[in-house]
């Protein structure tokens, strides 16, 4: 069945466009011009994915994010902004969003972007039901990287995380993470003292690779450390500059 999707942008010329772009992509679209009437659709007819621009009047696309979550709601959100300095982009995660796109954006990019969040939630033996897809790293675990136990628990330079329920722990502090924070850390601590490369990250927890230019990642990262990182403690995502990143207590 098509995917449906709930695109808020205060811009007609670009919801017109957008709602018309992905409809012949093949996706059902529910198109609406502020978070009101966002939130109000959202709370109708649940969607498989939202669209919310940042800036509109009244309620805007980071505060509609805010009260889904709020609500317990975990559908994927794609944000749009134009707003491009890394502090925005943070506010944004921060708010439960779990992905952006930067105006002026390529709408194959939208598409691309749409089908990685979408494919992270859809069918879970497609994707071991662990966020990430099931086809086969290009890192390969050494002896001590971490592995689940029978009750789908991993655990990895003091850090816990249950992948069935999706709760992770650094001690005996529980990480509040977004649902791309904690692929990510996933990923990380499945493949624990490990440097895992720009693009391989890029494939597993997004599905396709934004290229050179991307500071996607970046954020990611950076915003990943300041919810795990506790003062006197060792650090444990390390920058391997110009390679990658890897988890370790050094």
Request: aromatic content about 6%; hydrophobic content about 45%.
């Amino acid at each position: 069945m098509p995917q449906n999707v709930l695109l808020a942008e205060d811009d007609r010329a670009i919801r017109h466009a957008l709602e018309r772009a992905l409809t012949l992509e093949g996706y059902e679209v529910t198109a609406v011009a502020d978070g009101v009437e966002a939130l109000a659709q959202a709370h109708r007819n649940r969607p498989d994915v939202l669209v919310l621009d940042v800036m509109m009047p009244g309620i805007d696309g980071l505060q509609v994010c805010r009260v889904l979550r709020a609500e317990g709601d975990r559908t994927p959100i794609l944000m749009l902004t134009a707003l491009v300095e890394t502090a925005d982009r943070i506010a944004g995660l921060d708010a439960g969003a779990d992905d952006y796109v930067v105006k002026p954006f390529d709408v194959e990019e939208v598409f691309a972007r749409l089908r990685a969040l979408l494919r992270r939630t859809g069918n879970p033996d497609a994707f071991g039901g662990l966020g990430a897809p099931a086809r086969p790293s290009t890192a390969s675990s050494p002896a001590s990287a971490s592995s689940p136990d029978a009750g789908g628990l991993l655990t990895a330079a003091g850090l816990r995380m249950d992948v069935q329920a999706r709760r992770a722990w650094r001690g005996a502090r529980e990480l509040e993470l977004t649902r791309t924070e904690f692929d990510l850390l996933e990923l990380l601590v499945r493949n624990v003292g490990i440097v895992l490369d720009h693009a391989t990250i890029y494939d597993r927890i997004w599905g396709y690779d934004f290229g050179p230019g991307s500071k996607n990642l970046a954020v990611y990262v950076g915003y990943l450390r300041r919810k795990l990182d506790e003062p006197g403690a060792a650090a444990l995502i390390h920058t391997v500059r110009g390679v990658g990143y890897a988890l370790r207590e050094d």
